[in-house]
Nanobody, 126 residues
Framework: VQLQASGGGSVHAGGSLRLSCTAS????????VGWFRQRPGKEREWVSS????????EYADSVKGRFSISRDGARDAVLLQMNNMNAEDTAVYYC????????????????????WGQGTEVTVSS
């Protein structure tokens, strides 16, 4: 599976962007999809995940209430809608996909995803 992340760009604080993760190969809805980001000078961190079974979602506390992850079945894509953005959201965003694992909080671990897209850069100016 090859993943492609797109939709990054520059916005002012309070603005919105929508990132898209598309796949070639297997359908994306066969996998749990996660978004991660790497802020300047920081380690990669988990942002959100959408589980292929049951379709439930999880968010990091830093984005809860502002970001929303969803599937676009028509495009076989997973979207990350980012609203009310702030400077702390400036990062390179990556999408990742993998089969579901057992155990708690596995979806927060980058190593538990098998496939990764290239990053898409997001800059939020204050």
């Amino acid at each position: 599976v090859q993943l492609q992340a797109s939709g990054g760009g520059s916005v002012h604080a309070g603005g919105s962007l929508r990132l898209s993760c598309t796949a070639s190969g297997d359908p994306l809805d066969d996998y749990t999809v996660g978004w991660f980001r790497q802020r300047p000078g920081k380690e990669r961190e988990w942002v959100s995940s959408l589980f292929n079974s049951a379709g439930w979602t999880e968010y990091a506390d830093s984005v809860k209430g502002r970001f929303s992850i969803s599937r676009d079945g028509a495009r076989d894509a997973v979207l990350l809608q980012m609203n009310n953005m702030n400077a702390e959201d400036t990062a390179v965003y990556y999408c990742a996909a993998g089969p579901e694992h057992y155990g708690s909080e596995w979806f927060m671990r980058a190593g538990d995803y098998d496939y990764w897209g290239q990053g898409t850069e997001v800059t939020v100016s204050s």
